[in-house]
């Protein structure tokens, strides 16, 4: 029922339990259709404040990499992080910039291959 008011121009309506109606903003709407349809695919989903700041583990769990391995990106200065005592915090905006713009790059080295397989008359 919720993905018929993904794409409509109607607002989503809420009856909370004392009988008021609460009127959802479209983006409210879009991000329950999108949350719950990834649950119902099985998916853990986790909300994250764009000003957050996470710990090496989280943000390694989050690019999906090894602390250790993150804790390198950090110290060779791919990823901006700050230190609260002894220990790296690194905001999610750095981190979700770092993630896309290593996904464009492994986008583009895919699109090289693939042309150069053309080329080479691969077959693929």
């Known amino acids: 029922m919720l993905a018929a008011f993904r794409h409509a121009d ?8 004392d009988g008021r109606v609460l009127t959802l903003p479209r983006a409210a709407t879009h991000l329950l259709h999108h949350l719950l349809t990834e649950m119902a695919q099985g998916n ?3 909300i994250i404040p764009v000003h ?10 989050h ?27 690194v905001k999610f905006s ?12 492994r986008g583009a080295a895919m699109d090289e291959l693939a042309a ?9």
């Open 44 to 46: 853990a989903v986790t």
């Open 52 to 61: 957050a700041e996470l710990t090496t583990q989280e943000a390694a769990d």
């Open 10 to 17: 109607a607002n989503l309506k809420v009856q909370l339990d």
């Open 116 to 124: 150069q397989s053309q080329e080479l008359g691969m077959g693929y």
């Open 63 to 89: 690019l999906n990499v090894s602390r250790p391995y993150l804790v390198k990106l950090l110290n060779d200065g791919k990823i901006p992080f700050r230190m609260v005592g002894t220990h790296r915090r």
């Open 94 to 105: 750095d981190l979700e910039a770092f993630r896309k713009q290593a996904e464009e790059t």
